[in-house]
């Protein structure tokens, strides 16, 4: 039965032979490592399709306006198949996707025009639309392999809750994208797929483990894709390939019916959320989510309507004077030049525009770290050993590429160091877990009330600005660590990720060493040079509060217009 | 150190020390089992302290609506002092109380009117109100023994969140009432503070784990208390005393900083809610709790204000002409016959009001049960363990009396055939329980959407009403089943409980024998006799969806308005 390898190997070239033969496309050199003009160069997108992707890339809220409008001469057929032409360039040049369903896809498109033309108004809020999916979100009749050679050959019998909500509202569906095996790294490679390279760089991870969408949006090739994030997941690769995305709280948004690794683990709930190169895509995505009432048909999904008071910003002063804290270094890992001079861009942006911004204290972070990672693995590694046994498959113990290493590599990442090795733990040490993770949660929100003396506001600060990764895109295998993400999961605040520049070799030096905080700080000083990282995205944070999705969105556009707004 | 009798003995004998020598009544003989017009007949309490204790007990919202006028002649001393009073009394003869701190709540009154008296207005919505709470609500000062022995000695360094946003609202917290050990048992027993009865007949438990409050509320003992759920512990104590109660849906109010066994069990989160017999309790405490936006110091606590909308039942035509399903029996145990009788009153007030009414067909309950009740025991017992050994009392395997204990007994209730031998589960089992329980819930869900089929509203049935308990307040020793209150916490639904009539022999007379679900319902249909339950209350109970309090709270004012205008 050990034929796991012959299993992902048909797999594979059962999807390779899903492409469409006139959408394959001549592959650039492998020494090409920046493929995102691939796109246009290989002329399979005639100019009207390349006009569509990019309009979807700039503003997917004026592309869904125009899917909506029956005579804007916008169908869905037309975008679906400009996209699904440009995601599958994605794919042959970054290995982006999953689950490739071409004629079902415009299926789909053609019967919501049809609907249109009959009705003369759109089916809901998001008609005509074609959306990626994280290979999680089960579609009906697909295999939901999520990096796992076992779930080769298993149909989903139903739609998840969000596939049905999609429907619902009008979306296209039209690919899912890759995964890391297990779906706990920072990277995106496993057995069946094989690995995701980041557009911007094929030497770079496009981040993990919403890698696929990552990559796939950073190649034009979604105008909005879902992800998750139990750990970082939305926001790495957002960080990575210069993409907005929001993590909400959990069961803001409905999961109910998504495949899953540590299924039941719900002490760090994943969550849900959208990814895109436009910051229009939150709004959109999450408010058109809950206005669908998920609760009604997920048990778990948070009873609490879009509260557009919350999005004008009420609890904020209405958006006008706010105060944002910096949070210029965890103390565990200091960021990178680039991190550092995005935060310095974002601070002087802000107070051009009237707004105050201070310094964030970080408070017990590595224990908050520790806590978490240490319930993630309280099942000492059960459910991963068993869904490899299921196919026989190996378990990935590293994402370093076979050939062709990165040189510089950590032979015990800090997070082995503090949460040692992983054990099965009892229900009533998993218990002793959350007591101390709600004193956690409770000293970090008294510590950000008290900032309410610091802030010219009258209130505590608004949001907290970080890394959401202390360094940009890193070579495929080094990136071990969610130091700057675990907070927003453990203390379940609702956080998004914005792109704010581009490493500049010229701008972003070396900086001297620091006085390093532990020995993974020092290898990632060492790991910068500016050559390894140029022209690649670099993101930044934003942490609301728990619950606070309209706001922290809101939040995200005051921040995003002021960047645009003061960098010249 | 084997003196924890002892120390139980010295603790109290410090409460007995701490009624005031005046406040002491002479003590009716035992064999008087209906103790609630002692409270009038022992003349500890003016005509006037009886008509505020009187007015409290009818309508809350009336008596904090005097409170807060400066002009009513209402004034949070004599308003303290009657219920002090009262509450004294009602522990003398029922055991209900725990901590008793008479000055400090006079101090707090005073505190209170010092304030009115300058301001001219109140210090918020609760001003000036006595509130009992259940011994489990840290105040900065006092112990919270909550039923351990471990625990004499220990003071709280700070108040919970709750009695903090309760003296922010101008609350005045005026005892602390009894629980069982462990807070696990549906009766209110423990080696500290002993037994509480129920005022209705002694000889017959209050149930629990809220059993003090039962209790003290019953015997016009405090007008507003503050109990918690995590299986029932606020519904079977208000069934069995005749009073209103809403279990609030996971974190919706806020319980950090409270004292709780089994810290850290977050699958099915302990609640806190308000118990009265005065229905106006429910909006007037719920309300004014979110209104404090608990979300700003619990971190847990859900960020939903309160929602007018809801109340005013927007999702759910208005309140006109809903429809209600009735469970006559969860196929676990049959209700006793004046259950029955209490659903048939219901039935037909609401019919005469407009309201459809029609029946609930119960699924999974045996399954819903027992996945909750494995993971209520999911640590095998090691909390109880500790709590108990830290001082070396034994830990309490049974309510019953050692004396006269009711010849009726079942030596292995249901339960103990469902979950097996508590054992420590391991994280990853306790994953699994999770992912069935997500099943269940979601299944439940998806029946309770089918009802749209069977109404006549284009909806879903509004709510479901049932007993809270398959019985009323049963002797001592003989309650140990949660079969009714148990799907309320496994779904988080927001439930209430209601009173609707009291035991009447002429009408309440024994059904034939029926086909039994199992042994324990046998047990308890031979339980049943018209001459042991004479005059105490029946109550039913009433589920809506999860976070769904606005609404429960208005459907229940629908309900109890119904019985009222037709229960002639």
């Known amino acids: 039965m050990n034929d796991w390898r012959s299993l992902c190997a048909a797999r594979k070239a059962a999807q390779a032979a899903s492409i469409p ?3 394959r496309v001549t592959l650039p050199p492998e020494t090409l490592l920046d493929v995102r003009s691939v796109t246009e160069d290989c002329q399979l997108l005639s100019q009207r399709e390349l006009e569509i992707i990019d309009l979807g890339t700039r503003d997917v809220s004026a592309l869904a306006r125009l899917l909506a409008d029956k005579d804007s001469g916008y169908t869905s057929f037309d975008v679906t198949t400009a996209y699904l032409k440009s995601a599958l360039v994605a794919h042959q040049v970054t290995n982006c996707l999953t689950e490739i369903f071409v004629e079902r896809a415009l299926d789909r498109a053609k019967e919501v025009d049809k609907y249109m033309a009959e009705h003369g108004k759109p089916i809901g809020a998001l008609h005509g639309l074609p959306i990626s999916l994280k290979d999680q979100f089960d579609m009906k009749g697909l295999e939901t392999i999520m990096g796992y050679a076992c ?15 999609l429907y619902e509202l009008g979306a296209v569906p039209f690919v899912r994208t890759n995964v890391p095996q297990t779906l706990m790294w920072g990277e995106t490679s496993n057995n069946v797929f094989g690995r995701t390279t980041n557009p911007y760089n094929r030497k770079l991870t496009p981040g993990g ?12 090739g979604s105008p909005l894709g879902v992800g998750t994030d139990i750990d970082g997941s939305l926001r790495i690769p957002s960080a990575f390939c210069g993409l907005y995305t929001i993590r909400p709280s959990y069961e803001r948004l409905p999961y109910h019916g998504a495949s899953n690794t540590l299924m039941g683990q719900e002490s760090i709930s ?31 999904a948070v009873r609490k309507v879009w509260n557009e008071k919350e999005y004008e910003l009420v609890d904020h002063g209405g958006g006008e ?21 995005a935060m310095e861009i974002v601070k002087e942006a802000l107070e051009k525009e ?27 590694g059960e459910d991963y050993r068993r869904s490899c046994a299921a196919s026989g498959e190996p378990l990935i113990t590293s994402m370093s590429p076979d050939t062709d290493p990165h040189p ?32 956690l949660r409770k000293a970090y929100l008294d510590h950000w009330n008290a900032t309410k003396t610091k802030t010219s506001t009258g209130r505590p600060v608004d949001a907290i600005i970080s890394p959401a990764v202390a360094y940009t895109a890193v070579p495929h295998g080094l990136n071990y660590d969610s130091f700057y993400t675990t907070l927003g999961n453990a203390m379940d605040y609702a956080c998004a990720v914005f792109p704010v520049t581009s490493v500049d070799p010229t701008l972003d030096v070396p900086l001297p060493p620091h006085d390093f905080h ?3 700080d020092e290898a990632f000083y060492k790991l910068y040079h500016p050559d390894v990282f140029p022209g690649v995205p670099v993101g930044l944070q934003l942490h609301g509060r728990t619950l606070e999705e309209e706001a922290v969105i809101a939040m995200v556009e005051v921040v995003d217009a002021a960047i645009k707004k003061h960098l010249v």
């Open 209 to 220: 483990s919403s890698g696929g969408e990552g990559a796939l949006l950073a190649m034009r």
């Open 270 to 300: 994943s969550v849900l959320g959208p990814m895109s190169t436009s910051i229009s895509a939150l709004k959109l995505f999450t408010k058109a989510i809950i206005d669908a009432r998920p609760w009604d048909r997920d048990p778990l």
């Open 354 to 380: 009237g707004h105050q911004v201070i310094d964030w204290e970080p408070l017990n972070h590595i224990d908050i770290y520790k806590n978490a990672q240490t319930i993630l693995v309280a099942d000492g």
């Open 21 to 23: 033969e006139a959408w």
């Open 518 to 520: 532990n020995h993974e």
């Open 408 to 439: 510089i590599d950590l032979e015990v990442p800090l997070v082995k160091t503090l949460v040692g090795s992983p054990r099965n733990r009892t229900a009533w040490e998993l218990w002793q877990l959350h007591t101390e993770k709600r004193a």
């Open 321 to 341: 004077h706010m105060c944002f804290a910096i949070m210029w270094d965890n103390k565990v890992v200091k960021p990178h030049p680039p991190l550092k001079r």
């Open 151 to 165: 779930n080769i050959g298993k149909f989903a019998d139903n739609d998840c809750v969000l596939v049905e909500i």
